[in-house]
Nanobody
Framework: VQLVESGGGLVEAGGSLRLSCATSGFFFEDSAIGWFRQAPGKNRELVACLGSNGAMTTGAESVKGRFTISSDNSKPSPTVFLQMDNLKPEDSATYYC?????????????????WGEGVLVTVSS
């Protein structure tokens, strides 16, 4: 299983970024792919989750209405995107893509089975 994130970088507040998570090595069935983020000194938190049944959920309250998860629906394993709009300095973090392979839900960082290496997002004020 491989998860490879891309698309991070430096952006001014109010700007947008689109992160990509290219996946391989598994069949996206009865599983879920989630975007998480972790700022220095803080826990890894769920940003958004996509289930293999098409269900999409948003994690952190602070990103609702600004961040959107989507997929290219490739088989056997998709590329999953995170569109981030109206970025704020507090969105600065390392963003990770995670895969859960049993229950098709993102039940927190501890419930994920595989991780990418992460990509840094920095939002300047």
């Amino acid at each position: 299983v491989q998860l490879v994130e891309s698309g991070g970088g430096l952006v001014e507040a109010g700007g947008s970024l689109r992160l990509s998570c290219a996946t391989s090595g598994f069949f996206f069935e009865d599983s879920a792919i989630g975007w998480f983020r972790q700022a220095p000194g803080k826990n890894r938190e769920l940003v958004a989750c996509l289930g293999s049944n098409g269900a999409m959920t948003t994690g952190a309250e602070s990103v609702k209405g600004r961040f959107t998860i989507s997929s290219d629906n490739s088989k056997p394993s998709p590329t999953v995107f995170l569109q981030m709009d109206n970025l704020k300095p507090e969105d600065s973090a390392t963003y990770y893509c995670g895969l859960e392979t049993q229950y098709a839900i993102c039940d927190g960082a501890g419930g994920m089975d595989y991780w990418g290496e992460g990509v840094l997002v920095t939002v300047s004020s």
